[in-house]
C-alpha cells in the first residue's frame, strides 16, 4: 500500500517547540500535513508513538532505553506538549480532542485511522534515513495499534502494540477490534502467513481498557506470530501492581530486575534487537 504524495523532512520546526535533551526536533511533512519529530541516537529506525497525553519524561526515558539498545529513536508529535509532566487536567485536554479528531477516528469499527498514511510515510522515511533491514514501531495506549496499521509497509519488521487501546472500548464489538481495516488485515495477515513479520503486544490483565478480547482477535488473526505478553494486575496480585495499571512501558513500568514490566521492557528490546539489528559477526 503505497501513497504517491512526496513527503520531506528536515525543515526546522517553530521557534516555540520544547526541547529535549539529546534529541533534535524537526518537521516531517507528508500529504500537506506538517508534524514536528524528534530523533536521537544511531542505527536503524524505531519510530516511538507516546501514549496520552503525548511525550511525557516517562515516555522520553523509555526512548532513550531503545536508543541505549542501538537504535535511532524517531518521536512524532501527535498530540500534548512534549516534555510535559503528566496530570489529570493535561490528559483530559489532549485526550478529548483525539477522540474526536478525524485523523485517528478513534470510535469507529474496521477502520484504519487517516494519520497512519503520514505514519507510513515516516517509517519509509526513517528506513531511507536510517538504513538497517527495516524499521520498528512502539505503540502505546491511544497509538498502540497503530503499528500494527503500519505493519502493511514492508519497511515494517518490529511493530510492537503495548496497551492497545483503540477502538475505545464501547460495547463488544469495539472490544474485540483491532483498529484497522478488512483490507489492512489481510495485508498484515500475508505478511504473517510468509513469516515476514512478527507482532508483540503488552497488556496488563485487568486493563479495561484494553480488554482481553483484543488479544484474543491477535491471536486468531495473526496465530503463533502474535506474541502477547499479559501481566497480571489482578487485586492481591504479588507485584503490588495498581488496579487500573495501564503503562507498560513508561507510567506503570517499575524497570527493576525481577519486576513483570521490567522483563516485558527487556523483552521489548531484545524483540527490536532481533529483527532490526544484524547479527554480529
Not at 519488521?157 to 492497545?164: E, F, K, R, Y
Amino acid at each position: 500500500m503505497r501513497a504517491v504524495t512526496d513527503s520531506t523532512a528536515g525543515d526546522a520546526p517553530a521557534d516555540n517547540t520544547p526541547a529535549i535533551d539529546g534529541f533534535r526536533a524537526e518537521t516531517f511533512t507528508f500529504a500537506s500535513r506538517a508534524r514536528t519529530i524528534y530523533t536521537g541516537g544511531d542505527g536503524p529506525a524505531v519510530i516511538v508513538m507516546a501514549e496520552m497525553p503525548g511525550i511525557t519524561p516517562a515516555v522520553i526515558a523509555f526512548a532513550r532505553r531503545v536508543i541505549d539498545a542501538g537504535f535511532t529513536v524517531v518521536m512524532p508529535v501527535l498530540f500534548g506538549e512534549p516534555g510535559r509532566d503528566i496530570s489529570l487536567p493535561y490528559m483530559a485536554t489532549s485526550l478529548a480532542p483525539a477522540c474526536v479528531s478525524k485523523e485517528f477516528r478513534a470510535f469507529a469499527l474496521r477502520t484504519t485511522p487517516p494519520a497512519i498514511d503520514w505514519l507510513r510515510a515516516l517509517a519509509r522515511q526513517c528506513h531511507e534515513r536510517h538504513g538497517g533491514p527495516g524499521v520498528g514501531a512502539v505503540g502505546m495506549c491511544f497509538t498502540g495499534g497503530f503499528a500494527l496499521a503500519m505493519a502493511t509497509e514492508p519497511e515494517m519488521l518490529a511493530p510492537v502494540l503495548s496497551q492497545p487501546s483503540l477502538p475505545i472500548t464501547v460495547g463488544a464489538k469495539r472490544s474485540a477490534d483491532l483498529g484497522l481495516s478488512d483490507a489492512d488485515l489481510m495485508a498484515v495477515r500475508d505478511r504473517v502467513d510468509s513469516d515476514d513479520i512478527c507482532v508483540l503486544g503488552l497488556r496488563f490483565t485487568g486493563d479495561k481498557l484494553v480488554p482481553p478480547a483484543r488479544f484474543e482477535s491477535l491471536r486468531r488473526e495473526l496465530g503463533e506470530n502474535f506474541i502477547g505478553v499479559e501481566i497480571d494486575s489482578s487485586p492481591g496480585n504479588p507485584w503490588g501492581h495498581r488496579r487500573l495499571a495501564h503503562s507498560v512501558l513508561a507510567e506503570d513500568l517499575v524497570d527493576e530486575p525481577g519486576q513483570p514490566t521490567h522483563e516485558a521492557l527487556e523483552q521489548v528490546l531484545q524483540f527490536l534487537r532481533d529483527r532490526l539489528l544484524a547479527p554480529a559477526g
